[in-house]
């Protein structure tokens, strides 16, 4: 059986996701895998539901490159 389970890895700063289309805050970012990410809200997130949204990771060299992606929660 092959395990479809990728390695995670921690944030080491606190990583806002906005929703793009109304340019609210959604959530910061718990963990980072190649299959996903793991999002940490105060306020509850539907299922199922379809979201674009944008956030910035930086490279080694502190530089931000934003990022805008479809996630499904």
């Known amino acids: 059986m092959v395990s479809r389970r990728s390695v995670r890895k921690?944030?080491?700063e606190a990583i806002?996701?906005?929703n793009a289309m109304t340019g609210e805050?959604?959530?910061r970012v718990g963990n980072l895998s190649v299959d996903g990410?793991?999002?940490i809200s105060p306020k509850s997130i539907p299922e199922?539901?379809?979201y674009q949204v944008h956030f910035q990771l930086r490279d080694a060299d502190q530089?931000?490159?934003r990022l805008e992606v479809?996630?499904?929660c």
């Open 10 to 12: 921690r944030v080491a």
């Open 16 to 18: 806002l996701v906005t």
């Open 25 to 27: 805050t959604l959530a």
């Open 37 to 39: 990410m793991m999002l």
């Open 48 to 50: 199922d539901w379809l």
């Open 63 to 65: 530089r931000a490159h």
């Open 70 to 72: 479809g996630i499904q």
